[in-house]
């Protein structure tokens, strides 16, 4: 038996989120589907964490376990070959059986992307949410600041959030424009459900000068989703990097 | 009555092509609707020509007359409002009465893009077809420089094409490589039936080393659909500018 450790893309689009769910496409059926077809053994994975649906990975990392005698090197090749072209393998290594893909996370990295071109690039609409008012980036960076460090993070999660602790750090949180598109890269050591996403939406109504950037630190102490933004849609949501 | 000119982009993923047929979703029929929801009136567009399902465009134009008296600065935001997210109207100018999106183009660009890429690019599955391994685009642009000018295609297009002059005149054709994906750009004064996806496909098959450079003129002789390459698969083409 030994322990593999791959790290993916989707685009998830066509997919009800990462999670198995009973009659649903999702990224995680896929993979146990094609690992059933390529090794005949039922394999449960484990990923890093989940992503609902609509949102991206380019850097998504799931862990396994298989008795397979494939060769490492042959692996990448062969799960690509099996599953849909909304998913892609981009590394396989063996890791010691301690290994535990959501256990062991250490830093996480989510990107969200915001096409501001006053007509929308249908090319990114997949990908990006189109706002066609132009974004004051520096007032976002501005409010973006107040959010960095350990906090609790009520404000900003589903109020269907069942988890107790609510304290997390963001390491770093900054929003950049790179030509028509605005970026808000968001670092942190876990994140509560539609965390970044909620931080997103409260962060582009003060792009919008709907609010004040001060107001983030309202809202971070008030504790109550409520006083934060509207959830931003899952299609401009990337996972992008896992780092253990 | 005024005739209004647009210029559109379209992911044509999700569509029957561009063409209205009976219980398909197509471009003209999603933008027929929509008129017939701004206007009232049963409208039909007329586009610079059709595109295959799951072509992309950029820069697809199409004319339409209209009575109504929408301003003209107002109607590319009433179109975007009422198309779906995979259409996205670009400009839209009055023009002359006797223009004709079909009848009066002079050139049209197509570009088609390869991921060339060792893992294929997740972000690109939708645009572009992943051939993993590297391509000799050297060869390829040798081979191209073989179809620049006045020729009879009828090697190049699907032997289903029922026009009778198949003479066509290509004024550029490049193979470029930009990072990880490869591009073929192609300008002619028309194009036939898939005639674009068999000259990459043909190509292709040169940058794989399978044929040599110089094939193409023997290929372009014969008048001969059998002796070209496979056809490319659509959703790596982009209409991408008509020029009147």
Request: no cysteine; glycine share 8%.
């Given at each position: 038996m030994k322990r593999l450790r791959c790290v993916l893309g989707y685009d998830g689009t066509d997919f009800s989120g990462f999670q198995v769910q009973p009659d649903?496409?999702?990224v995680q059926g896929e993979i146990e589907a094609a690992l059933k077809r390529i090794t005949?053994?039922?394999?449960?994975?484990?990923?890093?964490?989940r992503t609902d649906a609509g949102v991206h990975a380019?850097?998504?990392?799931?862990?396994?376990?298989?008795n397979s005698h494939i060769p490492l090197d042959k692996w990448r090749f062969v799960?690509?070959?099996?599953?849909?072209?909304s998913i892609v393998i981009r590394s396989v290594e063996e890791v010691p059986e301690t290994f535990h893909a959501?256990?062991?996370?250490?830093?996480?990295e989510y990107r969200y992307c915001i096409d501001n071109n006053p007509v929308a690039d249908v090319f990114r609409h997949?990908?990006?949410?189109?706002?066609?008012?132009p974004l004051d980036v520096e007032a976002m960076q501005q409010a973006a600041?107040?959010?960095v460090g350990e906090h609790d993070f009520t404000s900003f999660c589903s109020a269907k959030t069942f988890v107790e602790d609510k304290v997390r750090t963001v390491y770093s949180l900054t929003v950049e424009r790179f030509g028509g598109e605005v970026w808000v890269t968001c670092r942190g050591n876990g994140f509560l459900y539609n965390m970044v996403r909620i931080i997103v939406g409260t962060l582009v109504e003060v792009g919008q000068g709907k609010r004040h950037p001060d107001e983030l630190k309202k809202i971070l102490a008030a504790r109550d989703r409520?006083?934060?933004?509207?959830?931003?849609?899952?299609?401009g949501l990337t996972m992008w990097e896992v780092v253990y």
């Open positions: 649903q496409v999702t005949g053994e039922e394999i449960q994975i484990h990923g890093s964490g380019r850097g998504q990392v799931i862990h396994f376990d298989t799960l690509n070959n099996q599953l849909p072209d959501r256990f062991d996370v250490r830093v996480k997949r990908y990006a949410d189109h706002i066609r008012f600041r107040h959010l409520e006083m934060a933004g509207k959830t931003a849609p899952a299609k």
